[in-house]
């Protein structure tokens, strides 16, 4: 038995620039986190002569073809078994479309679990090459390629994406001061939303591909702001950092109708109005998490809470994708 640990995400920074349709035209940079939220794999070699796959729903076929989940077929195919016998189990600590990169944590450690079954060794940059690969290249969704990068390396990472798809991360250099400072005061509230990062992703796409200079002009703002963001925590101005995050959100929400709603906007308004200093949705927008830096944690947690949100508390993870079992 296998069983595969990946984390989910939170994206500091410049988020929108890792799109392959951005970067191809204008080198993308941005920051990301991994937190103590997890999915697990879980591979086996199964009794019957057949897959068997257990996500949402269970799926019983004879052979790699019949797989209705697309990543799981792709995956499978990838790897080439020749016979079946196969169960995969997933398990995750938080549901899908709510802007935490689930999809992306999901390839990642689905490939890692197959690696770890045929008894093969993968490293992190080539499992998020190859979870891209699958996500971008062969199922053509319109995402970027932050997910399967920082799913695979963890930590608060910066990655560089080169317009010849050359991908660089590196981990973020600040103090533990500044770490301790983050995690004590960046907050987690779910919205109740979920959505679709492809539908939101997909305008974004297009009118990039197209060189609409409007969201040309957005993009290059924000990957401005994720590069003033890297030098600011670098020197420890971590309220700096929350208020950029407020003038990032700004930006962020005009790429496209669907970034927001009038219910997000009134809780992202009543988190400022209550010790935040600045915030915004984590992931593609439409839904998912608001993330705040707080001014007044206490403050922020009680107006949040009787709005009706629940908040998420959480860690940083430093493993990234990672074999429990096997």
Not at 268 to 288: C, R
Request: proline share 3%; with cysteine; aromatic share 10%.
């Amino acid at each position: 038995m296998i069983v595969v640990r990946t984390p989910f995400r939170i994206s500091f920074a410049g988020g929108g620039s890792d799109l392959p349709a951005y970067y191809r035209h204008d080198d993308g940079a941005v920051i990301s986190a991994t937190i103590d939220k997890y999915m697990h794999i879980v591979v086996h070699t199964y009794f019957h002569d057949k897959i068997r796959i257990k996500y949402s729903r269970t799926e019983d076929v004879l052979c790699v073809d019949e797989v209705q989940h697309p990543i799981l077929k792709e995956a499978i195919r990838l790897l080439e078994f020749k016979t079946p016998q196969i169960e995969i189990t997933t398990l995750a600590d938080i549901p899908s479309g709510t802007g935490l990169g689930s999809s992306g944590s999901f390839t990642t450690a689905l490939l890692k679990a197959l690696y770890a079954h045929r008894r093969r060794m993968i490293l992190p940059h080539e499992l998020a090459r190859l979870a891209c690969e699958i996500e971008i290249d062969i199922l053509k969704e319109p995402i970027g390629k932050q997910d399967q990068y920082i799913a695979a390396y963890g930590g608060i990472t910066c990655f560089e994406f080169c317009k010849d798809d050359l991908v660089k991360a590196y981990p973020l250099p600040i103090s533990m001061d500044t770490l301790f400072d983050l995690e004590d005061n960046l907050l987690l509230f779910f919205t109740g939303f979920a959505r679709s990062a492809s539908a939101i992703l997909k305008d974004q796409d297009k009118r990039s591909r197209e060189m609409d200079e409007e969201m040309l002009n957005n993009m290059h703002y924000v990957k401005e702001l994720g590069l003033h963001s890297k030098q600011i925590l670098m020197k420890g101005f971590t309220s700096e950092f929350g208020k950029l995050m407020h003038e990032h959100w700004e930006h962020k929400r005009k790429r496209s109708k669907g970034m927001t709603n009038p219910q997000i906007d009134e809780w992202y308004d009543l988190g400022i109005k209550n010790g935040a200093l600045g915030g915004k949705l984590v992931g593609a927008g439409g839904g998912g998490f608001l993330m705040f830096y707080a001014e007044d944690r206490n403050r922020l947690r009680h107006a949040m809470s009787k709005a009706g949100l629940e908040e998420v508390r959480f860690r940083f993870d430093f493993e990234g994708t990672k074999t429990l079992l096997g």
